[in-house]
């Protein structure tokens, strides 16, 4: 495999921008003490994931080395001068970027984040049910959230931080939405009133209300747990999203 010694090199290349950044004049102190953490990070990443490198993916690996040879030609106080502090340090920080994403790529740590797309599809599955079963206003909710979900979706597989954001932003409704199904399952199961109100409204029996009910607590669980470990897992490997 190629990519280990091509992340090496772009940890060496990392380490000389790093020198650079030291004899900076145009750069203000609290920048360059900010460039050189990054920096540092950066430089870790890149030196630790090419001893743990499982997927060979040499166009990536030179990506990365090409975006760290641009940033070294631009450390100096002439780019700095004529673009500013602030572009410059945007391109500090794509960098330090890129080392935490690199590990999805590399180390097979995108399985852990197909575990999380998973947990989202089949989490919202539950919620479009029970919205069907609540009635217009809560189908209607569920309409709105139609788009910004399948938009999460497809962005996500993209690895595209618009799809995590849609996503975290997606899931509170779900959640309570669930937990709610959850109370009022045990709630009607524990009213006869309640149960009759459900066989009323579906022209069915007494039965069939009490499976409605315990389809919709069912529902809510599987809603909130799925939901839940999804927000939590992508929420943790955020930096796999650029």
Not at 71 to 94: P, Q, R
Not at 191 to 206: N, P, V, Y
Request: glycine share 4%; aromatic share 10%; hydrophobic share 50%.
């Amino acid at each position: 495999m190629k990519s280990p010694d091509i992340l090496r090199d772009v940890a060496q290349t990392i380490e000389d921008i790093e020198r650079k950044v030291n004899s900076l004049k145009n750069l203000s102190n609290k920048n360059k003490a900010k460039a050189l953490r990054l920096l540092n990070e950066a430089r870790e990443n890149f030196t630790r994931l090419a001893d743990e490198v499982v997927v060979d993916n040499e166009e990536l690996a030179n990506f990365f080395l090409k975006r760290a040879v641009k940033l070294k030609n631009s450390t100096t106080d002439k780019f700095i001068e004529k673009m500013g502090e602030k572009e410059y340090m945007k391109e500090v920080s794509a960098m330090n970027r890129y080392s935490k994403v690199a590990p999805y790529d590399f180390a097979g740590k995108v399985k852990e984040l197909q575990k999380a797309y998973r947990a989202f599809l089949f989490g919202m599955i539950p919620f479009y049910i029970v919205s069907g079963i609540y009635g217009p206003a809560f189908a209607i909710t569920a309409l709105i959230l139609v788009i910004p979900t399948l938009l999460s979706m497809i962005s996500l597989r993209k690895r595209g931080s618009i799809g995590l954001m849609l996503a975290l932003a997606v899931m509170p409704v779900p959640i309570v939405l669930g937990a709610f199904s959850v109370r009022y399952g045990i709630y009607a199961l524990s009213h006869q009133e309640e149960l009759m109100k459900i066989a009323d409204a579906f022209h069915r029996s007494l039965t069939f209300a009490q499976g409605i009910a315990v389809l919709v607590a069912l529902l809510g669980a599987v809603s909130i747990v799925l939901l839940s470990y999804a927000a939590y897992s992508l929420y943790k490997h955020r930096h796999a999203f650029l």
